[in-house]
């Protein structure tokens, strides 16, 4: 259980969250929506511990985020920033292995071995593996760096618009993973900006306005054409598929 | 061991033991003593600044930067300066070897700390204002310490020029074991640390995912690099682009971002090359200190060469 409690953020003078509370629960896909500049990335920043917390109290699994010990956390969380830029220059295989290091290390073991073997496959990557990043498209780097964070085999996973380069075949396979991944007693927060992902996908919405929570609750409760209308600032029709909400918001 | 650090190590063995032999003379004892000296002050301070090269570019997440194009060694040599100025020249000479080296090594690697770590906390991303920055901080030091110089007396200011220029065959024979202990320490700190700098490579945020403590890594390299770059300071004076020869030789032969490899190479590297340079300077071509005009005048033509290929990161 990830707990938010009352925590705002502000740079410089700007605010950018205000008064987050919220919970987040395991065997369950949580997805951030809202407008641009909501405070989205800030909040899985902030739970992913990438930015010092200001004020307010995050805990993961009963684990505070500010005083829990970087090596622990990795162990309990793992989360994917929105650029996605390795500093060194490394093969498709490299990268991946890194997401064993805090199990292991730098001592791999076979067992490590193994789990990297595992993500690559389950990514489509194995026939990559030992490309550089840089010999790759924009969305097998990124599917890259989701194997990493799946190799790195924690029970809460923070991904930042893991949708943004993929094309619609690898975008609908990572949500559908994502949605298998929580079955086994893991929970997943996403920040999307594509809302259907959201509609077809997750157990639980929180829709992100102005740094505050504007709503949340499951896909049907959320994704209406009242509140998708204020947050949006635009109209929205909203249908439904196979028992999930279908949002029209291109029309 | 890997092949290619092997086959390194097999070269500076065979041009250590050239150097030390080749023609050697009939006062075989006092040559090979005073040859071993020397060959022994290259080594430490090929590996130092080959060392603290690959560390400092990891720190910095660029491939073009040298601890001395971002002002360390300038502000050793200011640090020097300050010594000679504030103790005069009979005070200088009266400080024991041994803990004036460990004092200057300690106040380095504070400073080095202090500044260079505000600075890459924060800007790291931004290589331009990172160059700027430690290229006006290098300015700053050298006009201080060219200030500092002007107004002592000339006595002093004899000590402190002999200091401040590069030259691979006056190594101070009383510093070397102080120097080579504490380099043989910055190297094998940074030899254990080398996964972790494997994941501080990846850059902030993917290490800190991975449950890297980024700040307190950061801080631990910058004080290896002031270490090693006072060590090597001391040893022959500031040399700019000498490291630069080095990590772009070690990359490009490793062709891996592994530490565990990139820091063994550029050590090795970094000793055969000067062992090698010398060896051709002194016996071959029968010239005394050109070794540091000509790996500066290589290697900023190497600098110049990654400039235009822009391969800033």
Same mark, same amino acid.
């Given at each position: 259980?990830?707990?938010?409690?009352?925590?705002?953020?502000?740079?410089?003078?700007?605010?950018?969250?205000?008064?987050?509370?919220?919970?987040?629960?395991?065997?369950? $896909?949580?997805?951030?929506?809202?407008?641009?500049?909501?405070?989205?990335?800030?909040?899985?920043?902030?739970?992913?511990?990438?930015?010092?917390?200001?004020?307010?109290?995050?805990?993961?699994?009963?684990?505070?985020?500010?005083?829990?010990?970087?090596?622990?956390?990795?162990?309990?969380?793992?989360?994917?920033?929105?650029?996605?830029?390795?500093?060194?220059?490394?093969?498709?295989?490299?990268?991946?292995?890194?997401?064993?290091?805090?199990?292991?290390?730098?001592?791999?073991?076979?067992?490590?071995?193994?789990?990297?073997?595992?993500?690559?496959?389950?990514?489509?990557?194995?026939?990559?593996?030992?490309?550089?990043?840089?010999?790759?498209?924009?969305?097998?780097?990124?599917?890259?760096?989701?194997?990493?964070?799946?190799?790195?085999?924690?029970?809460?996973?923070?991904?930042?618009?893991?949708?943004?380069?993929?094309?619609?075949?690898?975008?609908?396979?990572?949500?559908?993973?994502?949605?298998?991944?929580?079955?086994?007693?893991?929970?997943?927060?996403?920040?999307?900006?594509?809302?259907?992902?959201?509609?077809?996908?997750?157990?639980?919405?929180?829709?992100?306005?102005?740094?505050?929570?504007?709503?949340?609750? %499951?896909?049907?409760?959320?994704?209406?054409?009242?509140?998708?209308?204020?947050?949006?600032?635009?109209?929205?029709?909203?249908?439904?598929?196979?028992?999930?909400?279908?949002?029209?918001?291109?029309? | 061991?890997?092949?290619?650090?092997?086959?390194?190590?097999?070269?500076?063995?065979?041009?250590?033991?050239?150097?030390?032999?080749?023609?050697?003379?009939?006062?075989?004892?006092?040559?090979?003593?005073?040859?071993?000296?020397?060959?022994?002050?290259?080594?430490?301070?090929?590996?130092?600044?080959?060392?603290?090269?690959?560390?400092?570019?990891?720190?910095?997440?660029?491939?073009?930067? %040298?601890?001395?194009?971002?002002?360390?060694?300038?502000?050793?040599?200011?640090?020097?300066?300050?010594?000679?100025?504030?103790?005069?020249?009979?005070?200088?000479?009266?400080?024991?070897?041994?803990?004036?080296? #460990?004092?200057?090594?300690?106040?380095?690697?504070?400073?080095?700390?202090?500044?260079?770590?505000?600075?890459?906390?924060?800007? #790291?991303?931004?290589?331009?204002?990172?160059?700027? %920055?430690? $290229?006006?901080?290098?300015?700053?030091?050298?006009?201080?310490?060219?200030?500092?110089?002007?107004?002592?007396?000339?006595?002093?200011?004899?000590?402190?020029?002999?200091?401040?220029?590069?030259?691979?065959?006056?190594?101070?024979?009383?510093?070397?074991?102080?120097?080579?202990?504490?380099?043989?320490?910055?190297?094998?700190?940074?030899?254990?640390?080398?996964?972790?700098?494997?994941?501080?490579?990846?850059?902030?945020?993917?290490?800190?995912?991975?449950?890297?403590?980024?700040?307190?890594? %950061?801080?631990?390299?910058?004080?290896?690099? #002031?270490?090693?770059?006072?060590?090597?300071?001391?040893?022959?004076?500031?040399?700019?682009?000498?490291?630069?020869?080095?990590?772009?030789?070690?990359?490009?032969?490793?062709?891996?971002?592994?530490?565990?490899?990139?820091?063994?190479?550029?050590?090795?590297?970094?000793?055969?090359?000067? $062992?090698?340079?010398?060896?051709?300077?002194?016996?071959?071509?029968?010239?005394?200190?050109?070794?540091?005009?000509?790996?500066?005048?290589?290697?900023?033509?190497?600098?110049?060469?990654?400039?235009?290929?822009?391969?800033?990161?």
């Amino acid at each position: 259980m990830i707990r938010i409690d009352n925590v705002s953020h502000r740079i410089g003078t700007a605010p950018i969250l205000q008064g987050i509370d919220l919970t987040l629960l395991p065997n369950s $896909v949580t997805a951030l929506i809202g407008p641009n500049g909501a405070g989205k990335s800030t909040l899985l920043n902030l739970i992913g511990r990438l930015i010092p917390l200001q004020e307010g109290r995050i805990s993961v699994d009963g684990h505070d985020v500010t005083t829990t010990p970087s090596r622990q956390l990795a162990k309990v969380m793992a989360i994917l920033g929105q650029t996605h830029h390795a500093g060194s220059r490394l093969r498709v295989r490299e990268l991946v292995a890194f997401g064993r290091w805090p199990h292991h290390l730098g001592r791999p073991r076979p067992e490590d071995q193994a789990a990297v073997e595992a993500a690559l496959v389950q990514f489509d990557l194995a026939g990559l593996a030992e490309r550089f990043l840089d010999e790759v498209s924009g969305g097998q780097r990124q599917r890259a760096f989701l194997a990493m964070c799946i190799a790195q085999d924690t029970d809460w996973l923070l991904l930042d618009e893991p949708l943004n380069n993929l094309d619609m075949a690898h975008a609908r396979a990572l949500m559908a993973r994502l949605h298998g991944l929580r079955s086994a007693g893991r929970g997943i927060v996403v920040v999307v900006h594509e809302v259907n992902y959201a509609a077809a996908w997750a157990d639980h919405v929180v829709a992100l306005k102005g740094g505050r929570v504007v709503a949340e609750g %499951t896909p049907h409760q959320v994704l209406t054409p009242e509140v998708l209308g204020q947050l949006y600032d635009m109209e929205i029709r909203v249908t439904e598929l196979d028992g999930r909400p279908l949002i029209l918001h291109h029309v | 061991m890997d092949r290619r650090v092997a086959a390194l190590a097999l070269v500076l063995l065979a041009a250590s033991a050239a150097y030390l032999l080749w023609g050697i003379g009939g006062n075989w004892r006092f040559v090979l003593g005073l040859r071993a000296g020397k060959l022994a002050g290259m080594l430490v301070v090929g590996a130092s600044i080959g060392v603290a090269t690959i560390l400092f570019q990891t720190v910095s997440q660029n491939r073009i930067l %040298t601890p001395a194009i971002m002002g360390f060694d300038a502000l050793y040599v200011l640090l020097q300066t300050a010594l000679v100025a504030a103790l005069g020249v009979t005070g200088f000479a009266m400080l024991p070897v041994g803990t004036k080296f #460990a004092a200057e090594v300690a106040v380095m690697a504070l400073a080095a700390m202090a500044l260079f770590g505000l600075l890459l906390g924060r800007g #790291a991303q931004d290589v331009a204002r990172m160059i700027l %920055t430690g $290229v006006i901080l290098g300015i700053l030091f050298r006009s201080l310490a060219g200030f500092l110089a002007r107004v002592m007396d000339p006595n002093a200011f004899a000590i402190v020029q002999a200091e401040s220029f590069a030259s691979f065959s006056r190594i101070d024979g009383a510093l070397l074991p102080w120097a080579a202990g504490a380099a043989a320490l910055a190297v094998l700190a940074a030899f254990r640390l080398s996964s972790r700098l494997d994941v501080m490579a990846l850059g902030r945020p993917v290490a800190v995912s991975l449950g890297l403590r980024y700040e307190a890594m %950061t801080f631990a390299t910058l004080a290896l690099v #002031a270490v090693l770059v006072s060590v090597s300071t001391a040893l022959v004076g500031p040399v700019t682009f000498f490291g630069l020869i080095v990590s772009g030789l070690a990359h490009s032969l490793i062709a891996s971002a592994r530490h565990a490899l990139l820091l063994p190479a550029a050590a090795l590297i970094g000793g055969a090359i000067l $062992v090698i340079g010398q060896l051709v300077f002194e016996r071959v071509l029968g010239l005394q200190s050109a070794l540091s005009v000509v790996v500066e005048f290589v290697g900023g033509l190497f600098f110049l060469w990654l400039l235009l290929k822009g391969r800033i990161r």
